[in-house]
């Protein structure tokens, strides 16, 4: 009788100490950060293969990010950032009126939001329409041929100095 029982003890005990690691699995799980949590820390995107007039979308903290590099014979501009020879537009995808996504034209080069009817150049100037400011620029740091979203270099703490962004 002692073995039916110690065989009992013995099989409850594992079923309890199986849901006591199912149970202590699941709480670990729920304190690890979600995936999108994760990608609101730093993102770091290569420049590169980056083509002129060529709109890339990048998520960064939930929101789009628009890189466009700019053609060799457009107009300079304090909102452009330089890496490794090349001109870029970095930019939060939202727009300043009411934070919809405009889409990008390329024959046009402009930005048009489809919510209100606002344009954006290709650097992200308002210029038809409610948005109240430009393209907002997110905080990056230049790292080579590399831009690091979320780390705050010295381009950007120009830029925030000169009025060209806000704080995002």
Known sequence: MSNRRDFMGMALGSFAALGALGALYAAKRTWDPLPSVKSAGF???????AQENVLVTEKWRGKPIFILKQPANAPKSDREIHV???????????????????????????????????????????????????????????????VILGETGPEYEKMLAAGLTLKV
């Open 43 to 49: 993102t770091t995107i290569d420049l590169s293969p």
């Open 84 to 146: 490794a020879g090349g001109r870029y537009l970095v930019v939060v995808g939202l727009c300043t009126h009411l934070g919809c996504i405009p889409a990008y034209l390329a024959d046009k080069k402009q930005f048009k939001c489809a919510c209100h009817g606002g344009e954006f150049d290709s650097l992200g100037v308002n210029t038809f329409g409610p948005p109240p400011r430009p393209l907002d620029i997110p905080p990056f740091k230049i790292s080579g041929t590399s």
